[in-house]
């Protein structure tokens, strides 16, 4: 249960800040280019990337806030930064080829799966 509302908790922060940085984009960049989501998704990778080594170090690192951060604060905030950790953990563990097919899969599969359910909801509804 402790884990639970850790990501709960976690996640909402999250959500909020990523709320936050969309409308501080739009104010200050505007509206005609996706900055935010370049925004949360680089930086949420860099911190994910910074929070991974440091709790690896420290083994002592209560699970709970390893939840908290990573999986409620740093997922809500971003997804791209979970993406990043495993086409990079791929990768370190001399997976090539998967770490090509996970990336192939991920971006033009997110891509084109979207378009189509976008199809198909107009189709449908209208």
Do not use: C
Request: glycine share 16%; proline share 2%.
């Amino acid at each position: 249960m402790k884990m639970l509302l850790a990501v709960a908790l976690g996640g909402a922060i999250g959500a909020v800040a990523r709320y936050g940085v969309g409308v501080w984009t739009g104010r200050v960049l505007g509206h005609g280019f996706p900055w935010a989501t370049i925004i949360v998704n680089i930086t949420g990778s860099l911190i994910l990337g910074f929070l991974i080594s440091y709790m690896a170090l420290r083994t002592q690192f209560p699970a709970e806030w390893r939840a908290f951060l990573a999986v409620g604060v740093l997922g809500a905030f971003t997804t791209f930064s979970t993406f990043s950790l495993d086409a990079t953990t791929l990768m370190q563990r001399g997976a090539i080829g998967s770490a090509v097919f996970y990336v192939l899969m991920s971006v033009p599969g997110a891509i084109l799966t979207f378009w189509g359910g976008q199809r198909l909801g107009r189709i449908l509804f209208g």
